[in-house]
Every structure is written in structure tokens, then in C-alpha cells.
């Protein structure tokens, strides 16, 4: 099993950036594809980010493409997510997963997640 944990999340005004991290324990964090979601309340989880085991890989929604960064540091087990130029849209809880298999950008494939981590960015 792999626990999860998000943290650095907050408040942000539109045009800044933030970075969130994503500490794994557990089973080896190296062996898992990660990824990024996010959910509004009351909406579905959408899909923000994905990387593959060894960091070769990375996938994005349309949305934040060119304005976030994903990656992984597999000697702290430790995901990021480096958020630029945000927007008010980009205002949500975010979560990390661990893929059941490889890289995905479907939900149903991630098999473990964290409690999230709150991002607010003000207009």
C-alpha cells in the first residue's frame, strides 16, 4: 500500500505560481506512475497531470499545458506540481494518485490517493 500526502497549497492572486508536493510511504514510490487531479465542489475529479515511474513520460490536460510542470524526485518519493500563471479556473482541490499500471489520465486507473490539498487563486 502507499500512503500519500499533498501539501502547499493556499491562497495565490491570478498571474502567480505555486508548488505542490506530494510525499509517498509505503511501497516503493518509484515503481508507481503518478499523476495530478483536481475537483471543484459538487464536479468530477479532472485530470491536471501525469508522469510515468521513471519521469520519461508526462502527459497534461489542454487547460494547463504550458503553465504547469510535473515531476518527481524518486530518491525523497516525493511528486510536484509547479503551477505558473494561474488563473481564478484554476481555483480547486487537488489530489495525487498512484496508477494501478502505467501512466493514465483516467481516474479509474489511479489506485491510491492523497486528502488533498486546497488552491485558491483570487481575481
Known amino acids: 500500500q502507499v500512503q500519500l500526502v499533498e501539501s502547499g497549497g493556499g491562497l495565490v492572486q491570478a498571474g502567480g505560481s505555486l508548488r505542490l508536493s506530494c510525499a509517498a510511504s509505503?511501497?516503493?514510490?518509484?515503481?508507481?506512475?503518478m499523476g495530478w487531479f483536481r475537483q471543484v465542489l459538487g464536479k468530477e475529479r479532472d485530470f491536471v497531470a501525469a508522469?510515468?515511474?521513471?519521469?520519461?513520460?508526462?502527459y497534461y490536460a489542454d487547460s494547463v499545458k504550458g503553465r504547469f510542470t510535473i515531476s518527481r524526485d524518486n530518491a525523497k518519493n516525493t511528486l510536484y506540481l509547479q503551477m505558473n500563471s494561474l488563473k481564478p479556473e484554476d481555483t480547486a482541490d487537488y489530489y495525487c494518485?498512484?496508477?494501478?499500471?502505467?501512466?493514465?489520465?483516467?481516474?479509474?486507473?489511479?489506485?491510491?490517493w492523497g486528502q488533498g490539498t486546497q488552491v485558491t487563486v483570487s481575481s
Open positions: 508522469i510515468s515511474w521513471s519521469g520519461s513520460t508526462t
Open positions: 509505503g511501497r516503493t514510490f518509484s515503481s508507481y506512475a
Open positions: 494518485g498512484a496508477a494501478k499500471y502505467s501512466i493514465s489520465r483516467a481516474g479509474s486507473q489511479y489506485e491510491y
